[in-house]
């Protein structure tokens, strides 16, 4: 779909200042932390960041990565959460034109990035994440009239449900906890965004990506799956190619 590069532009700089706030989210939220107060602070000197050292990837670079008052190094995350998230919110807008579908595309993207980091660090998925893209995906399908919103109900009662069943089963196999909340939480705000079959395909690739990716990694030394990880990968691909790859493995099924 051909978009005017004028709103390209725009759809970068809206996604490269979210990057800026997701930045705050992803430090914050697993602290309890306030994401207003206080305003953006040195991690290392507490002194406040003025605003022309706060422009998404620019300022970054201008300060070679490092603070302006105590000259410490800022971790590269900043720049390339920043810059992830631009380019999230351009491939949405390249996808699927100037529409609702791509402000969904590109707000699940931006959550899904925020829940992929914060679990593969701290093993936890804050609610903010969970009910707040819950709350994103259900005002969204309102677009698609009752159908679409009866939808992404079916979607995030599936995501939930089936989570909750693998959980109480992983508990009574191991007895220890196998799945925590958040996982669960994760996949209802997942399924009101790529409704009942996509949260069953969702749960499908991470499990095989979690499978491929961490069993090698896990053999070497005993670790803790970040599931919500490779959940967050794996509703990205839904998203974007579960209905081909459904009505791929449809035909197929059909044998013809
Ligand atoms: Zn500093």
Known sequence: MAVDPILLVAAALLGLCLGSFLNVCIVRLPLDMSLVNPPSTC????????????????SWLLL??????????????????????GAIWVAAALLYGITLHALAAALFGTVLLGIGVTDGRHYLIPNEYTWGGLGLGLALSLAGGADGFLNAVLGAATGFALLFAVA????????????????IKMMAMVGSFVGWKGVLLTVFLGALLGSLIFVPLSLRKKRLVPFGVFLALGAAVTFVMGDAIIAWYQHFLHGE
């Open 43 to 58: 991690p290392r000197c507490k002194q406040p960041i003025a605003w022309r050292d706060n422009i998404p990837v620019v």
């Open 64 to 85: 070679r990565g490092r603070c302006r008052r105590c000259g410490q190094p800022i971790s590269r995350q900043y720049p390339i959460i920043e810059a992830a998230v």
């Open 168 to 183: 109480q089963v992983g508990q009574w196999a191991f007895k220890e906890e196998a799945m925590g909340g958040g996982d």
